[in-house]
T-cell receptor, first 113, second 111 residues
Framework: KAGVTQTPRYLIKTRGQQVTLSCSPI?????VSWYQQTPGQGLQFLFE???????NKGNFPGRFSGRQFSNSRSEMNVSTLELGDSALYLC????????????FGEGSRLTVL | DQQVKQNSPSLSVQEGRISILNCDYT??????FLWYKKYPAEGPTFLIS?????DKNEDGRFTVFLNKSAKHLSLHIVPSQPGDSAVYFC??????????FGKGTRLSVIA
């Protein structure tokens, strides 16, 4: 069974640009969550999607957005990039909402110059 | 406001000894607690969980203890192995709220 797949794995952008990250959940999983990991800050929740609807949103500015498609694949977008957006962005999927046990992808490491 | 706290950024333990990783939480609504392990360049992987109706859960070398009155949980690894060297994250949730993670503890098991 394939795991959670995130693309791209690494990317470099400059301030002011925008970026789109993609996540393909485990087959059959309908819930997708996104987390930001930065040194010293742990994993900060961005948003959760279930059945194409955003169910929860973390405390991030509106520059951070996401969506989920009918096949459960999800994308997140960050517009007007800032240096502080440099982080590892992790996607996680689960079969149903809030089972607690999330299956994480390897992450997309974004560097903003 | 940090609801889940892991106050030790790092921990070093000799191979074969016990590793004890600690986690404190402030939100009394939390009723489900998990530990995740993360190796460099990989995503976190689920390790063990515990519901608030229990005070202990064991899985092989890993045991999680929950003290609700103290709002404290701990992960015990016995015996510790070099392959256990990783960053360990404590997480908590309740209802339909998303998992809240601590900042992690880096465990180094020295051979």
């Amino acid at each position: 069974k394939a795991g959670v797949t995130q693309t791209p794995r690494y990317l470099i952008k400059t301030r002011g640009q925008q970026v789109t990250l993609s996540c393909s959940p485990i087959s059959g999983h309908r819930s997708v969550s996104w987390y930001q990991q930065t040194p010293g800050q742990g994993l900060q929740f961005l948003f959760e999607y279930f059945s194409e609807t955003q169910r929860n949103k973390g405390n991030f500015p509106g520059r951070f957005s996401g969506r989920q498609f009918s096949n459960s694949r999800s994308e997140m977008n960050v517009s007007t990039l800032e240096l502080g957006d440099s982080a590892l962005y992790l996607c996680a999927s689960s079969l149903i909402r809030n089972t607690g046990e999330l299956f994480f992808g390897e992450g997309s490491r974004l560097t903003v110059l | 406001d940090q609801q889940v706290k892991q106050n030790s950024p790092s921990l070093s333990v000799q191979e074969g000894r016990i590793s004890i990783l600690n986690c404190d939480y402030t939100n009394s609504m939390f009723d489900y607690f998990l530990w995740y392990k993360k190796y460099p360049a990989e995503g976190p992987t689920f390790l063990i969980s515990i519901s608030s109706i229990k005070d202990k859960n064991e899985d092989g070398r890993f045991t999680v203890f929950l003290n609700k009155s103290a709002k404290h949980l701990s992960l015990h690894i016995v015996p510790s192995q070099p392959g256990d060297s990783a960053v360990y994250f404590c997480a908590a949730s309740w209802g339909n709220t998303p998992l809240v993670f601590g900042k992690g503890t880096r465990l180094s098991v020295i051979a």
